[in-house]
């Protein structure tokens, strides 16, 4: 099965090159582009130890296809999801859908077009561009897959045509709980990261930034609770500190964004999760959460 992958920037380039190294047939499609020639690409992925990956990767944009008949696979920013869920609809509704994408409630749009089939996956990884055609790439852990809603393919099927040995794919059964745990984790990084202009590593380096962090993470866990999710403040800290020490250097996507004028995606993340807390009328509960977003949101219209 052939692997259309949507959203050409520095994930969706490097699972590209670790699906293209195994011998898979993959093409890159630019998410935002309407109109293009298809063209080849040699991308460049710098591993740890200074190891490297080369591929020339097919890239095209969806206005050149009429169907995208195999596995599609969303690595594109989540704020362009329900755009992209109008023009999939009549090209891909009934392939299996994969969201690579952080937050929360990123595959609504889809579930209200009605597509049969669809995963979330919850990446732990960290990657970003040295240059237009070179991505530095760090995995963390192994990035779990989960149901959504269920098709006539199955998870094993699509976790397997996706896993490679640099770029490690697994089942999970609760992958909600998956997601909000990533979710809180990166209302963390996507709000803390940016505001200080920093990379990933602060949190372990430095005691008063990990102190804002711990506040985010009690606000956070304590609507996750209420919503019926089952997490600890602990774990999510020492996850916020497994990333950040594997992660030294690395600059979060949001930071990336604003210094490249781009929208961020703030709104699945902090305010995604203020938003579920008004639902309940506990909206008190995450001022610090509510208010870091703020400041994100407001950094990124300010920078364009």
Known sequence: MKTYIIGAGSVGKT????????GKEVELIRGREGQGKPHQQKITLQL?????????????????????????????KSFGNEALAEKLQ??????????????????????????????????FMTSQHNDANTVSYKPVAESPIGVIQ???SNLETVVGLLDTPNFRFVTEKNIQRTIWKKAIANSVFNSICPLLEVDNGIFHRNKEVLAIAQRVITECVTIANRKGVDLGTSELED??????????????????D?????????????????????????????KETRLLGELVKLKSELHR
């Open 90 to 123: 009549s090209k891909a509704k009934t392939s299996p859908l994969v969201l690579l994408q952080n937050g929360l409630g990123v595959e609504q749009p889809f579930l209200e077009k009605g597509f049969g089939e669809l995963y979330r996956c919850v990446l």
């Open 48 to 76: 740890k130890n200074e190891a490297q990956l080369e591929a020339n990767i097919s890239i095209s944009t969806l206005d050149h296809h009429k169907t995208l008949d195999g596995l599609v696979v969303l690595t594109n």
């Open 239 to 256: 996850q916020v500190l497994t990333i950040s020490r594997m992660s030294d250097g690395q600059f979060i996507s949001t930071l990336q």
């Open 258 to 286: 604003i210094n490249n004028k781009r929208e961020t995606e703030i709104d699945t993340l902090n305010f995604e999760i203020y938003r579920i807390a008004q639902a309940m009328n506990l909206s008190d509960r995450v």
């Open 150 to 152: 269920q098709g006539t």
């Open 15 to 22: 699972l590209a090159v670790c699906l293209h190294h195994q």
